[in-house]
C-alpha cells in the first residue's frame, strides 16, 4: 500500500471514518482529504469530536472503523509501526504540554536526537534556527515555567517541527491564549503555511481560517455539514446548522 | 536483650499521596537535648548516693563512648546500604507496577503490597532465617553475615515503599505530558526515563528521605536478631558495668541522642523540600 502511494495523492485521507466511546459514536463516518502543501480548517461548535478526529489521524485513539491513510499508511492497522507513523505527523496540543524540566533548547532538541538518532550539534543548529524562526531567539536557555503561553506554544511548534514531519495537525494551538498572544502564535502558523507546510486545523479564529485555509470543513455531532474554500463557506452555507454556527461566532 | 525489645515500635509507613502526611512526630531539639540531659542526671544523682568507688554514668558513657559510636555508625551504614539496595530493587518494582503488561503489573502489586503490609520485624526474621549463612556460587563460598542478611531484611521494605513512591509520582503527572511524548514518537521507555522519572524526582525526594528516615530508626530491631548495632552494644556495656540500674536510662538515652541528633535534620530537610516543592 505505502509503495503505491505518490506524492501527488492526498498526505491524508480519511474514509467514512467512524469512533465510538462505548455506547457514544463521536464521529459518524467522516470523509476528507489533505493534499501535500495544502492548509485545510476544522471548524464546529466544541464537542463535535474534532479533537477526537485529529487524535486519531495520529493513532492516539484506535478508530472503531472505516480508514484513515497517512502517506498511504493505513493508521488502523493492527501490524502498524505507530512510531513511524507519528514521525511523519506534528502534533501542537491546545495545553502546549511543553516538557518543563528542559528549556526551550532541549524541548526542540529531544526528539530528533532520542527518536530519530540524529548527531547533537546538528540537531543544536536546527533548534536555534528554528527557534529564530518563531521569534524566540533568545529564550533558548529559558524553561517553559517562565515562558508566556504564546511562547510556550511556538516553543511547541518549533518542537514538532524538528521531527521534520510532511503534515503538522494543529488543535486549537490558541485556545488557551490570552487575546493579544494568539496572534503572535497565527503569525507563526501562517507563516509556516507560506513555507508550504500542510496543515490540518482545528481553530475557533474565523479570520485566520477565512485568510489562511485552503478548504474549511464544517462539522457538527460527528458529522461534515458542509464543505468547501473558505470565501464559499463563510459567504454563502447551504446548511441552515452552519449559518447558526457562523452567524454566532463570525 | 529483653531491654531492646521495648524498642520495637514498628515502622509503619503510609501509602504515598503526592503531598505525603507528615508521620514522625516533632519534638524540638532543644527540649529532646534536655529531656537527655535529664535522665543523665537523675542517673547522677542516684550514682552519687551510691558511692564512690563506682564510675559516674557520665564517666561510663565517655568510657565506652568509641564502642558504642562504632555502632552508631554500622547503623548507619545499615541503613544506606538497605536504602541503595532498597531504592534500586523498589525502582524496577515501582517500573513494574507502571508496565503495560497486566500480567507484570498485577505480580508486582502484590509483591508491592506484601512486604509494604508486613511489619519490618517479621521481615527481618524471615530473611534472617530463611537464607543461609553463606552461599556456594560457582564453587566459591560466600559467607553471609548477620549484618548482611538484616540489612536485605530492610531492603525488602524499602523497596515496597520505594516502588509505591515512584508509582504515585509517576501517576501524578498530567496524562498530557504522555501525549506529547507519544506524538513526537518516543517509545514508552525512553518517555518514562526522558520525561517522565526527571519530572518526578522532585516530588520523590521527600517521602523518599521520609522513609531513609525511617530505616534509619528500624536498624536497632538488628539487635533482635544479634547484629552488633548499637543497641547490642548497648545493652553488652550495661552488662559489663554490672547491670546497674541507674546506667540504664543515661547508656539508652546516649543511644536515643544519637538517633535524635542523625534523624531530625533529615526530617526537618524533608519537610522543607516539601513546602518548597508544594508552591512549584
Ligand atoms: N477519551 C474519551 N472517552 C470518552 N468520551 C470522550 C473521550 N474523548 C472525547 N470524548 C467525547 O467525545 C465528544 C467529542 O469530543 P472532542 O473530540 O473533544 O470534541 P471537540 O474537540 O470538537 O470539542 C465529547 O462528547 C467528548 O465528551
Ligand atoms: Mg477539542
Redesign the pocket.
Known sequence: MAATWTPDQPIVQCVDVRKS?GA?E?LKGISLSVRKGEVICII?P???????LIRCINALQPISSGSIQIEGIEVSDPRLDKLALRRKVGMVFQQYNLFPHKTALQNVMMAPIHVLGQKRPEVEARARALLAKVRLAGKEDTYPGELSGGQQQRVAIARSLAMRPDIMLFDEVTAALDPETVKEVLVTIRELAEDGMTCLL?THEMNFAREVADHVYFTDRGVIVEHGPPETLFTAATDERTQRFLSQVL | MKTAGSGNRLAVLLPYRPAPARMSVRIGPLPAAILCFCAIMAASTAWAQAGPTMLSPLQVIVKWSPLLLRGFVFNIAISLLAMLLGTVAGLGLGLALLSESRLLAAVSWLITQFFRNAPWLVLLFFVMFLVPFQVTLFKTTIPLPDWIKATVGFALPVMANVAEVVRGAVRSIPSTQWEAAESLSFTRRQTMWLIMLPQCIKRMLPPWMNIYALVAMSTVLASIVGVSEMLTLTAQVHAAEGGRPELFAPLYGFALLCFFLYCYPINLWTARLERRFRVR
Do not use: N, Y
Request: no cysteine.
Open positions: 466511546f457514544l463521536v464546529g466544541s464537542g463535535s469530536g474534532k479533537s477526537t482545528v
